[in-house]
């Protein structure tokens, strides 16, 4: 069974930084790509940073230059350092991965971030 928990969550102020953890379990960890979303209040589920199972990384515009996304195979567990915070990065960080043409989310960790 397919097992990701995020975790570093939490409340900001602007311009600080976190760092997301999701831990997996469940899955082939090294074969793998994981993607980090986010969910903000009133808004669609987006897509914020991805990593190949080679460590090629793609990030969205509106973090480009600010997150960072990093996987440690050893630890079967993927990163999301986050600097240059703003208030709208406020929502929940979802971790995901696609495994057999199935999606396996996480149960989500939020962020807060205050002005």
């Known amino acids: 069974q397919v097992y990701l928990k995020e975790s570093g969550g939490g409340l900001v102020q602007a311009g600080g930084s976190l760092r997301l953890s999701c831990r997996t379990s469940?899955?082939?960890?090294?074969?793998?790509?994981f993607n980090w979303y986010r969910q903000g209040p009133g808004k669609q589920r987006e897509l914020v940073a991805s990593i190949s199972s080679s460590g090629q990384t793609e990030y969205s515009e509106f973090v480009k230059g600010r997150f960072t996304i990093s996987r440690d195979n050893a630890r079967t567990t993927v990163y999301l350092q986050m600097n240059s915070l703003k208030v709208e990065d406020t929502g929940v960080y979802y971790c995901?991965?696609?495994?057999?043409?199935?999606?396996?989310w996480g149960q989500g960790t939020q962020v807060t971030v205050s002005s």
């Open positions: 469940g899955v082939t960890f090294k074969i793998h790509p």
């Open positions: 995901h991965v696609n495994r057999q043409q199935y999606d396996f």
